[in-house]
Nanobody, 122 residues
């Protein structure tokens, strides 16, 4: 088991940047998929970005490509999400999740953090 704790959410203006951090309580390198989901008010939770256990393969939702960058440091059991050019549509609670399968399907992720709020407003 691993506990995941997110941080870095904040209120920013459009065009701004944030760097989210997810720290695991145990070795995260054993999880084939780890990364970020988000849930906006009144909407379903959706995948944002994922990274594999070795850190050499990534996935991005179309809506965040070329704006967000995911990375990880297995030695620190930490996953990052650098978010640039933020838009009001990025407003959501961002969740870190880990799963042993190589997948983007939310149901296959076994461990979830409590989430961190990102708000993008003028």
């Amino acid at each position: 088991q691993v506990q995941l704790v997110e941080s870095g959410g904040d209120l920013v203006q459009p065009g701004g940047s944030l760097n989210l951090t997810c720290v695991g309580s145990a070795d995260i390198s054993e999880y084939n998929s780890i990364g970020w989901f988000r849930q906006a008010p009144g909407k379903e939770r959706e995948v944002v970005s994922l990274i594999n256990k070795y850190g050499d393969q990534t996935y991005y939702a179309d809506s965040v490509k070329r704006r967000f960058t995911i990375s990880k440091d297995n030695a620190k059991n930490t996953v990052y999400l650098q978010m640039n050019s933020l838009e009001p549509e990025d407003t959501a609670i961002y969740y870190c999740a880990a799963g042993r399968r190589r997948t983007t399907y939310m149901g296959d992720f076994d461990y979830w953090g409590q989430g961190t709020q990102v708000t993008v407003v003028t």
